[in-house]
């Protein structure tokens, strides 16, 4: 397992989560791919930030809809 890959939920009701992350910068290539299976939903973007990055989906779920996600640097 990558030391800097894991699982994210985005619960019901929103569309966005952040995760807080040791050494994350503006620079990191985050890959972000959904693990649920939620008619018409993808991931639109994942932005890093010094610390953290947001995963955001193209609507609102329904459901709590799990995201991998793997940083590169």
Do not use: D, E, W
Not at 5 to 10: E, I, L, M, P
Not at 26 to 55: C, D, E, M, N, Y
Request: glycine share 6%; hydrophobic share 45%.
């Amino acid at each position: 397992m990558f030391s800097r890959s894991r699982r994210v939920a985005v619960t019901a009701g929103h569309r966005s989560v952040a995760r807080t992350l040791a050494g994350v910068t503006t620079s990191s290539l985050v890959i972000a791919t959904p693990q649920t299976s939620r008619s018409g939903v993808f991931v639109q973007a994942v932005v890093p930030a010094t610390g953290k990055f947001t995963v955001y989906l193209n609507k609102i779920v329904t459901g709590t809809t799990y995201i991998a996600y793997m940083v590169l640097n």
